[in-house]
């Protein structure tokens, strides 16, 4: 797991399931016009009743006392809120836009924790993020609103990628022991996004009838949301992490694709050659290693 190949390739399934899930975010949110609480627990609901189906076969129960568990899923829970609150705002390439500065400090940040640093990765961080400032100077002229969304989403960004290691460093080297960090660490989202909800008081029958409604839409996010909470510790938590998150900060891009054909959010030729130049960089780079 901790070959950078292997890292590279579970990145990307991370961050297409998380693309597709972005898109179904902006669906429930920005159209829809759901709230961000009723919208993240009705999500991890959906999960959790597929987590219970895993977990009876399974052993997960001495897992919960880890309390390294615990400030994980905190921290991943409320970067989830924090994209949910940029998606009020932003569309699905804006967010990404802001969420792409955060590669300046990831690196730095991954470092901290595990002491590996690749400068050639640096490089291509910092590279690929001033890509993004200069399609940013051409393209858009509201430079307040990628402001607000990097104030919200890179801090979270940041804070996620220096303790993801630490927390997950005695779990790593067991893959069923990743699967089980990884069903506990829903568990307690759901749990969070449950508390939250009630204070929230926005509890409702038409809640109820969204959900129902909604069945096939949370289910199919709910296996999504899986395979990316997996993929995405095996990443985050390994020593190429700094390399891993280039890709995961792409999560919104590989949602623009998705997005153009779902919800008819028009993406501009030079945008897709935008995204299709920083992918090829990435991916150059790695094939020279």
């Known amino acids: 797991m901790e070959n950078s190949l292997t890292i590279v390739i579970l990145a990307i399934i991370s961050a297409s399931s998380r693309g597709i899930i972005s898109v179904i975010d902006r669906y429930q949110i920005g159209i ?3 709230t961000v609480m009723e919208v993240n627990l009705y999500n991890n ?3 959790i009743l597929l987590i219970f189906i895993f977990s009876l076969y399974f052993p997960i129960g001495p897992l919960f006392m880890d309390y390294k568990i615990y400030i994980y899923s905190f921290i991943v829970q409320f970067v989830a809120m924090g994209y949910s609150y940029l998606f009020k705002k932003m569309t699905i390439f804006e967010s990404a836009i802001a969420a792409k500065t955060a590669d300046i400090f990831i690196p730095l940040a991954v470092f901290l924790s595990t002491g590996v640093f690749e400068t050639s990765t640096y490089v291509i961080s910092i590279l690929t993020t001033l890509m993004v400032f200069l399609w940013l100077k051409n393209s858009s002229k509201d430079h ?3 402001l607000f969304g990097i104030s919200i989403i890179v801090p979270l960004l940041v804070i996620q990628s220096y303790l993801s290691p630490i927390l997950v460093s005695e779990y790593k080297g067991d893959i069923s022991l990743v699967i089980g ?3 506990v660490t ?3 989202r759901f749990i969070i996004s449950f508390v939250l909800f009630l204070f929230s008081n926005r509890f409702t029958e038409s809640d109820m009838n969204i959900s129902l409604k909604g069945f096939p ?3 199919g996010r709910g296996f999504l949301t899986i395979l990316a909470q997996l993929t995405f510790v095996i990443v985050t938590a390994s ?3 700094s390399l891993g998150w280039i890709f ?3 999560t919104s891009f590989y949602g623009i694709i998705f997005s153009s054909f779902l919800l008819n959010e028009k993406i501009l030729k030079k945008d897709f050659l935008f995204i299709s130049a920083i992918t090829a960089i990435v991916i150059f780079k790695e094939l020279l290693s």
């Open 32 to 34: 829809k016009k759901n």
């Open 45 to 47: 609901l959906y999960t």
């Open 144 to 146: 307040k609103k990628y």
């Open 181 to 183: 960090f990884t069903m």
């Open 186 to 188: 829903l568990y307690i």
């Open 217 to 219: 839409l949370y289910m």
């Open 239 to 241: 020593n190429s992490a």
């Open 248 to 250: 995961l900060n792409m």
